[in-house]
């Protein structure tokens, strides 16, 4: 499977400021997801990410607050804009691999102040 | 609408018992079914998944889980449970090829010595 990394792991930062999380893939994929994992609940799909297009977002995630690039096919970013303490959650990036399986990242701890 | 349910929030298990967490889907046809293990403080790793075939499936770590087309369900077991098995396991439903995963809220498991 896709060794996936993300940066930051974690972070804290004040409410009204923005952070961009960064997710790379050690190898091509098409197809990559965002999910958000509020405190002590399950994952929420953010988006879907595809190389060249434009992000599919899931219903209750606008692209004005979580704008996603998606440059080629081994990185994708997150931004995650105007902050509030609501956005206190787990960012997991996610990407398809074979048989249609998905494999995670490690995650980014945001706290918002 | 697809869905996932986890009925136990958490369970706890003496070490070296037997362990079975449930997961039932809602979906009208056969789903892709994932269970997924998170560490604290780690991403989610991918335990086993079944798409078709045998409905008894072996995953790492010793787990294995079975297919009921009959229940909707997609139960997790492992036959003796060791202390680093304490975690969340999430159970997830894939609808289509390609598309992203509905997780269920998690079971939390501690286990006892």
């Known amino acids: ?113 | 609408a697809q869905s996932v349910t986890q009925p136990d929030i958490h369970i706890t298990v003496s070490e070296g018992a037997s362990l079975e967490l449930r997961c039932n889907y809602s979906y009208g046809a056969t789903p892709y079914l994932f269970w997924y293990v998170q560490s604290p403080g780690q991403g989610l790793q991918l335990l086993l998944k079944y798409f078709s075939g045998d409905t008894l499936v072996q995953g790492i770590k010793g787990f294995e889980a079975e297919f009921k087309r009959s229940q909707s369900s997609f139960n997790l077991r492992k036959p003796s449970v060791h202390w680093s098995d304490a975690a969340e396991y999430f159970c997830a439903v894939g609808t289509q090829a390609g598309t992203a995963l509905i997780f269920g809220k998690g079971t939390t498991l501690s286990v006892s010595s």
Do not use: H
């Not at chain 1, 081994?74 to 787990?90: A, C, G, H, K, R």
């Not at chain 1, 990036?93 to 048989?99: A, F, T």
């Open chain 1, 1 to 113: 499977s896709a060794v996936i990394s993300q940066k930051p792991s974690r972070d804290i930062c004040q409410r009204g400021t923005s952070l961009t999380i960064q997710c790379q893939v050690d190898s091509q994929v098409t197809m990559m997801f965002w999910y958000r994992q509020q405190p002590g609940q399950s994952l929420t799909l953010i988006a879907t990410a595809n190389q060249g297009s434009e992000a599919t977002y899931e219903s209750g995630f606008v692209i004005d607050k979580f704008p996603i690039s998606r440059p080629n096919l081994t990185f994708s970013t997150l931004t995650v804009s105007n902050m509030s303490p609501e956005d206190s959650s787990i960012y997991l990036c996610s990407v398809l691999q074979e048989q249609e399986t998905q494999y995670f990242g490690p995650g980014t701890r945001l706290l918002v102040l």
